[in-house]
């Protein structure tokens, strides 16, 4: 069963840090594409990144540019998304997802990490 | 950037009915789009992809049709789990993009 599990997700002040992780578990996580999509509260979804499988191709949402890095760690079937420079809007559920094949569409996803930007 | 206008935004809907929501594209995407659909408190789940090609293990009764800029998700007879929110996304390049939502209530 292919099973997708953040952690990591907290309340944090404006400026502050946060790394969000996913731990994965019934698939060949280096086989595939990774992604993080968010959702603000009440909000709808948003693309935030997407990483290949062997970590060299990273892509991002430009308000997220120069702040967020995702990056894997294939020995131990986990993702990441560490967040510098925390602002009020990227407050939200954030979720991890697998692509299908080499398409970014996203078939399986974890259950969402809430991170709360708030002073 | 490519924007995705879902219609109508909510839909009020008996069990029984046929539903359709509408994604139009500002620009064209061929078949690259997919419907998710989010029930309050969880994560969205895969639909349909490439506009049309039914995921593993959704009920016949959801369908997808369109390509270029219009786009549409059938509900043939709505069942009462699929009282939720729909969401149109497109893979046609950088950055991905999700519609703004279509919330099927229940009439």
């Known amino acids: 069963e292919v099973q997708l599990v953040e952690s990591g997700g907290r309340l944090v002040q404006p400026g502050g840090s946060l790394r969000l992780s996913c731990a994965v578990s019934?698939?060949?996580?280096?086989?595939?594409?990774m992604t993080w999509v968010r959702q603000a509260p009440g909000k709808g979804l948003e693309w935030v990144a997407n990483?290949?499988?062997?970590?060299?191709?990273?892509l991002y949402l430009d308000s997220v540019k120069g702040r967020f890095t995702v990056s894997r760690d294939n020995a131990k079937n986990s993702l990441y998304l560490q967040m510098n420079s925390l602002r009020a809007e990227d407050t939200g559920v954030y979720y991890c997802?697998?692509?299908?094949?080499?398409?970014?569409?996203?078939?399986?996803w974890g259950q969402g990490a809430l991170v709360t930007v708030s002073s | 950037d490519i924007h995705l206008t879902q219609s109508p935004s909510f839909l009020s809907a008996a069990v029984g009915d046929r539903i359709t929501i509408t994604c139009r594209a500002s620009?064209?995407?061929?078949?690259?789009l997919a419907w998710y659909q989010q029930k309050p408190g969880k994560a969205p789940k895969l639909l349909i992809h490439?506009?049309?090609t039914l995921q593993s293990g959704v009920p016949s009764r959801f369908s997808g049709s369109g390509s270029g800029t219009e786009f549409t998700l059938t509900l043939s007879s709505l069942q009462p789990e699929d009282f939720a929110t729909y969401y149109c996304?497109?893979?046609?390049?950088?950055?991905?993009?999700f519609g703004g939502g279509t919330e099927v209530d229940i009439k």
């Open positions: 990483i290949k499988p062997d970590g060299s191709e990273t």
């Open positions: 620009q064209d995407i061929r078949n690259c």
């Open positions: 019934g698939f060949t996580f280096s086989g595939f594409w």
């Open positions: 997802a697998r692509l299908l094949g080499t398409e970014s569409t996203f078939d399986y």
């Open positions: 490439s506009a049309s």
């Open positions: 996304q497109h893979r046609h390049s950088y950055p991905l993009s």
